[in-house]
């Protein structure tokens, strides 16, 4: 298999870490990054050469910008893109607060930001073939983040 | 025909499907309030019928309109039979063109609007033992295209509430419907926003989707009108209903991909979680 790069989001735990650590196995390069940047640090630890751990909270547009220049910076280019982190609340309707309930839609528009700031700056995802983009929104319990 | 009077609470009545719905509810004698953002443009429709009709200004981004109009319902006419969420408009824009803020402000106006709504509504509903959501969504909410994916990211979240909701509420007697209107002619497209700052590497996409756009035949509104009629205040509505028979081929023709990329990928799927 030739070696593709690797943008993933919510690497603490769950999907993200099961999904970077297969990636990374395999010989990929993989941009590992997490809200809680200590929390992704041990990728280098394993993988100088080819984990790159980034604070990247998907809410937050200039931390999504400065993840984007570092990818490229080191790697040029991203072949994948998996969107991962996510939360969800399990609650009546009536019953959820309106900041969690908007928090989580938040959480998830700021992964549209982060798609519009990665491709509106450079063309590249655009003409890559084969890119992957998996959203998870998953969880359990009264209101528990999952992935992150 | 027409069984007791009921009662009904209408967002988005200025133009459209809302403006539609409440003169036709109020024709058939019952009893509505007509809100908008502005319900100046709704006093010459609403002066018609007397007292069957209260024109009260609410707008769904605005949660002290929304307890306010809500509140000024059950007080005149002591409950709420059927609330139907009507406001709401379309985005044009590939995701990469569509600024933070225009998308962010339509789901506030699509998703979160009726959600506040609802959930203003719910504590008089219970308490009265019953009642109908009823939410316009789009048959953009169960299909999409490109250059509409926000648009249909607003109503998905919309079809997947009412989903939830229509199990959720089921204890209380409350029923949950959504409507999925196909092409009307309700002046939505005319309403349309498109993106801030279009980008030269979509032009080609758009314009294919303005030549789809021309060539549509926009229905009359009256009938997905007289459909949501027909439902309103059923025993056992649907809970998810397509208004017009173009939009039921399109959903019609997604479900059987869907089907068929399931199969597709079947052994992927399932050798998931059999590690």
């Known amino acids: 298999m030739s070696e593709k790069i690797w943008l993933v989001t919510g690497c603490a735990t769950g999907f993200g870490r099961a999904i970077a650590e297969a990636a990374l196995a395999q010989g990929h390069k993989v941009a590992v990054t997490d809200r809680n940047l200590a929390a992704v640090e041990d990728f280098a630890l394993r993988y100088p050469e080819t984990a790159l751990p980034l604070g990247l909270d998907v809410t937050n547009s200039d931390q999504i910008a400065a993840a984007v220049d570092a990818r490229f910076r080191n790697f040029e280019r991203i072949d994948v893109l998996v969107n991962n982190a996510g939360y969800a609340v399990q609650q009546a309707v009536a019953e959820a607060a309106m900041p969690s309930v908007r928090g989580m839609w938040l959480a998830c528009a700021g992964q549209r930001s982060y798609h519009q700031f990665r491709l509106g700056r450079r063309p590249g995802l655009r003409a890559v073939h084969g890119a992957l983009c998996v959203q998870q929104i998953r969880g359990r319990g009264a209101e528990r983040r999952v992935g992150r | ?275």
Not at chain 2, 244 to 261: K, L, P, R
């Open chain 2, 1 to 275: 025909m027409a069984d007791a009077a009921r009662t009904w609470l209408i967002t988005g009545c200025s133009s459209g499907f809302g403006r539609l719905l409440a003169q036709r509810a109020l024709e058939r004698g019952d009893r509505v309030a007509l809100t908008a953002r502005n319900p100046a443009m709704l006093a010459a429709l609403a002066g018609q019928y007397g007292n069957a009709a209260l024109c009260l200004p609410l707008d769904v981004t605005r949660p002290e309109t929304i307890r306010s109009a809500l509140g000024e319902v059950f007080e005149r006419f002591g409950r709420l039979d059927i609330l139907v969420n009507n406001a709401g408009y379309g985005l044009q824009a590939a995701a990469e063109e569509a600024s933070d803020a225009q998308t962010r402000a339509m789901f506030e106006v699509n998703f979160f609007g009726p959600l506040d709504v609802i959930r203003a509504a719910l504590p008089g509903l219970r308490a009265q033992g019953g009642g109908h959501i009823i939410n316009i969504s789009s048959v953009g909410g169960r299909t999409t295209a490109p250059l509409i994916g926000l648009y249909s990211a607003s109503k998905f979240a919309l079809e997947g509430l009412s989903l939830s909701l229509a199990m959720e509420l089921a204890p209380f007697g409350i029923k949950v419907t959504s409507i999925a209107p196909g092409a009307f002619a309700t002046g939505f497209a005319g309403a349309v926003q498109s993106a801030g700052a279009k980008l030269d590497a979509y032009r080609q996409q758009h314009a294919m989707l303005d030549t789809i756009l021309a060539d549509l035949h926009f229905a009359d509104p009256a009938g997905c009108v007289e459909a949501i009629l027909a439902i309103a205040g059923a025993d056992e509505p649907p809970r998810q209903l397509i208004a017009g028979s173009h939009a039921v081929s399109a959903v019609e023709a997604v479900m059987a991909a869907q089907q068929a990329e399931i199969a597709k990928w079947r052994a992927v799927s399932d050798a998931a979680d059999q590690q």
